[in-house]
């Protein structure tokens, strides 16, 4: 999964929609909510915020999210055993991460880190950019392209 | 005799089935109860939404109450009435279900739900694997016995101060030893989220009664909204709810409900009330 070739304009055009389905979900005033914000530690979402936001943004998108497998997905093409061992992420797991989460400041991947924490990390733009990830996959599944 | 499918249960016969897809069922609502309030109406949908999400993952997970975007309460339910129930399910996987429904009385609509999700967790964490895949195929024959539930308990809702048409709080102490807790659940017990509901719009009720309404009209709850439930409630713990009136107009009522358990928000809600006058 690359994400290089998601522009900041794509995630800007998408943030206004994003924000409000998090507020929503989170019960803050929309504009507390910022690109950078941590779900968690900014906004104070708990594991039920977490589904809630990925179910609005499913219907709000029309797109399929694989909720629950956003870590499965920074995993990217390493194995589960490379990823991570005993519930902590590996150092090529880390390496992997800090690509996948691009947007999250690197002083905020404290090691050791346990993929339990993972969704610690997780930022507005991390939901930003999962939307922009799956309508992509949905747009690929729909026309493809020809040999 | 033993609780388990009798206590809480409010599914008879599951009448229809597309795996993963959509599933219908009725329940017979016990003639000796004296009441059967709305929120054990979406209950029943919620459950038997429930027996279609763990049929599609082999009985290994199993859905717990979680978010409810809307539910409508349409008509009251009557004890002695078969509700018809169904629940279309958007998605289901490991992680969660999602869906919508709706029960029917007589043809009529009683309550629908819509945008509701519920979070799946072991199975095996809260009831026998084995055993619940005896009852799907049970109900999913000749169907069970109807009559299991004996009404609610009282759940000992008291007043808890206020603050008159803009605020009201209650105080609810969940029981201990009541016989819901041998089927929800048996290897551990949750007071049901829908329970809390009930607690929730009593509590709002209560406010809309304080606000006035000319001509002899009266507030009637239409609808909940953004329900969400964040954190199982055990036996034995005090929950504190509070109701707040949010906006008023000739069209209706709004109010926002949180409930907290030392002061830790275990579930809020909006709950809108339309002007009746009682013909």
Known sequence: ?147 | MNGHFRAFSFVDQITGLRPGISIEGRYLIPPEVNTFPSSLVAEAVGQLAAWGAMAAVDFLRRPVAGIAGMIELLAPALPGQVLELRADLESVDIEAVAYSGSAHMNGASVVRLRDCVGPMVPVADFDDPQALRDRFSLLSAAGAMPGGFEGLPNLGLQPNGGEKGRCARTCLSVPIAVPFFADHFPRRPVFPGTLLMHANIETAENLASQVPLPNGAEWRTERLSDLKLRTFIAPGETVEIEAKWIEQSEHGLSVTVESRIARRLVSSAEIHFVPEVDS
């Open chain 1, 1 to 147: 999964m690359n994400d290089i070739n998601i522009s900041k304009n794509e995630i800007l055009a998408l943030f206004p929609k994003v924000a409000e389905t998090v507020a929503d979900a989170v019960g803050c005033e929309t504009e507390k909510v910022k690109l950078e914000s941590s779900l968690i530690e900014d906004l104070g979402a708990e594991s039920i915020d977490f589904v809630d936001i990925v179910f609005r943004l499913q219907r709000l998108f029309k797109v399929k999210i694989p909720h629950g497998k956003i870590v499965e997905q920074a995993r990217g093409s390493l194995s589960e055993a490379e990823f991570e061992k005993a519930g902590v992420v590996s150092e090529a797991g880390v390496t992997r991460l800090r690509t996948f989460l691009s947007e999250v400041p690197p002083e905020r991947f404290k090691l050791p880190l346990k993929v339990a924490d993972i969704p610690r990390l997780f930022t507005v733009e991390t939901f930003c950019k999962l939307v922009i990830r799956q309508q992509r996959a949905t747009a690929a599944t729909a026309t493809p392209q020809a040999a």
